[in-house]
């Protein structure tokens, strides 16, 4: 592998947002743009190398997995993140629901000017054309899935026909998908890279996992890592981090980019003391409530199956907890068909209702343990640690919530016993039952927060720029000062859609995509 040893640009990942800004870049500018990933590439979604796990939303898989994992209530958790070109949405379930307009709104008044709702609006529109999404209709989901929508109506909450109605607070329906007309997850790999990957200007390699960027005093000077065997060193002004929740904060701090102390302890050199780097991890905490099925779901489950739509996660329902005043900060999702292998925790349900608190007020970090790309990463995202108890609180409620919806006649004569927690388990034992079994909904954020430069805990600002480093930005959902109401995979993709533009001198508007080179037959 011969690779380049200059660029105008690097691009440090190919996930939902990397693949959105080196595909704008390339779009949009005559800058020689190299991005490294450093999982495979198996080229455009047409070249017939995808394995099947990485084309189909029903499946999620982790065959091209970093291997991540940390500590929650004591146990080993595994925090999966994707290492292919396409990143998490080449992966992940496909759900494409953006949250509240309070989430953006929010952003844009702790100073980041330019990220409120509105201004956000056109670039929405923007991925949702690149990533084919579309509504799906209430008639083709599973009938586990049809009768808990039935039931969550039954209970109080509204059936929508938009979930990404930034302005309404309470609904369910079937999520929309990032999914194509005949079945293809389409990830951003797709939306972003394939109609560039022609470009001259554009280079992607895989297999390429970057160790750390190299800054002289306030300025980038280049990255170096590994391809294979082969230690590499790219010399660049300009360095677009967009490795991901954890890997972003990672490649800061081997870049010696961190808290002075932190970076001093596990014998990192200190370039630039920025000691929010790291920081504010957060995702939403997640508890599932498992039913035994009977019969009568499975026979249906099973006929369904048989017409090759089998996706488990169809529905969610949005909400406002008893202590939300604006916005909402609940989901429920039931996630459900027969199967008979067993999860990590040995539980054996063949249907749960799955809930989740969107705003979590528990923070935890992303630390190294070594200074080498191989040293492992230390993740700590403490669910359920925030001195008022309300995360707990919250979740208790939203089980409680489940349980109500359970217990609607039509859908109870489906679910049969209740299995876990199980139903003599109330009060005081259910808190101490979720405490320590709550688990993670796949959306890792904020440990590179986005803020002002006012604010001492914030890494970049409002532009994706480092503070106090010129030509380093970083791309990804680490950014989010505080993780939206909803699945993350859009509004990463937006937040690349943002830079790149940025970045090309276009800061924002309802661009219409010109096609591949367009710029460059002009300029």
């Known amino acids: 592998m011969t690779l380049p040893r200059h660029?105008?640009?690097?691009?440090?990942?190919?996930?939902?947002?990397?693949?959105?800004?080196?595909?704008?870049?390339?779009?949009?500018?005559?800058?020689?743009?190299?991005?490294?990933?450093?999982?495979?590439?198996?080229?455009?979604?047409?070249?017939?190398?995808?394995?099947?796990?990485?084309?189909?939303?029903?499946?999620?898989?982790?065959?091209?997995?970093?291997?991540?994992?940390?500590?929650?209530?004591?146990?080993?958790?595994?925090?999966?993140?994707?290492?292919v070109v396409g990143g998490c949405s080449a992966i992940n379930g496909a759900a494409a629901v953006h949250g509240s307009r309070v989430d953006y709104d929010g952003w844009a008044a702790a100073g980041n000017r330019g990220w409120d709702a509105d201004a956000l609006a056109p670039l929405f529109q923007s991925a949702w054309r690149r990533l084919k999404v579309a509504r799906v209709d209430p008639t083709a989901v599973t009938p586990f899935q049809a009768a808990c929508l039935q039931a969550i109506t039954t209970v109080g909450i509204p059936a929508v026909d938009d979930l990404n109605d930034l302005d309404e607070n309470c609904g369910v329906a079937p999520f929309p998908t990032n999914t194509s007309a005949d079945g293809v997850r389409v990830s951003s790999a797709f939306g972003y890279l394939d109609p560039v990957r022609a470009c001259p200007t554009l280079n992607v390699i895989a297999d390429a996992a970057v160790e750390r960027i190299t800054i002289k005093g306030d300025r980038v000077t280049g990255v170096v890592g590994r391809a294979g065997s082969e230690v590499f060193a790219i010399e660049t002004g300009r360095v677009v981090v967009s490795a991901g929740a954890y890997g972003s904060p990672a490649i800061l701090l081997r870049s010696g980019v961190g808290p002075a102390d932190h970076l001093s302890a596990v014998?990192?050199?200190?370039?630039?003391?920025?000691?929010?780097?790291?920081?504010?991890?957060?995702?939403?905490?997640?508890?599932?409530?498992?039913?035994?099925?009977?019969?009568?779901?499975?026979?249906?489950?099973?006929r369904f199956v048989h017409t090759g739509r089998r996706r488990d996660e169809q529905v969610i329902a949005k909400f406002p907890s008893e202590e939300c005043t604006e916005g909402f900060d609940l989901h429920i999702f039931p996630i459900g068909g027969p199967r008979d292998d067993p999860d990590a925790a040995?539980?054996?349900?063949?249907?749960?209702?799955?809930?989740?608190?969107?705003?979590?007020?528990s923070r935890g970090a992303v630390r190294l343990t070594g200074p080498a790309l191989t040293d492992r990463l230390a993740i700590d995202h403490r669910y359920l640690t925030d001195p008022e108890g309300s995360d707990l609180t919250r979740l208790v409620e939203v089980v409680e919530r489940i349980r109500g919806v359970a217990a609607e006649p039509e859908l109870a004569a489906l679910l049969g016993e209740e299995t876990f927690p199980g139903p003599g388990v109330t009060s005081s034992e259910l808190r101490a039952c979720i405490a320590g079994s709550v688990v993670h909904y796949y959306h890792p954020a904020g440990a590179c927060r986005m803020g002002p430069a006012t604010d001492d805990r914030a890494v970049v600002g409002a532009d994706g720029a480092v503070h106090g480093i010129e030509g380093l930005f970083v791309a990804d959902a680490s950014v989010m000062p505080t993780v939206v109401s909803g699945n993350t995979n859009i509004p990463t993709v937006v937040i690349g859609e943002k830079l790149g533009r940025l970045l090309t001198g276009e800061p924002?508007?309802?661009?219409?995509?010109?096609?591949?080179?367009?710029?460059?037959?002009a300029s």
């Open 508 to 521: 924002g508007g309802d661009l219409a995509y010109a096609g591949p080179g367009a710029h460059h037959a």
């Open 346 to 361: 040995g539980r054996n349900a063949a249907f749960s209702l799955g809930g989740a608190v969107l705003g979590p007020r």
């Open 267 to 302: 014998g990192v050199p200190v370039v630039h003391a920025l000691a929010g780097v790291g920081a504010n991890l957060h995702d939403q905490p997640t508890i599932q409530v498992d039913y035994a099925g009977t019969e009568e779901l499975a026979r249906a489950m099973r």
């Open 7 to 83: 660029a105008d640009a690097v691009v440090i990942g190919a996930g939902s947002a990397g693949a959105a800004v080196a595909g704008l870049l390339a779009e949009r500018s005559d800058m020689a743009v190299v991005v490294l990933e450093a999982g495979p590439d198996y080229g455009p979604m047409d070249s017939g190398r995808w394995p099947e796990g990485l084309l189909d939303p029903a499946i999620m898989t982790f065959s091209h997995d970093w291997g991540y994992s940390g500590e929650v209530g004591g146990r080993q958790v595994r925090f999966p993140r994707a290492r």
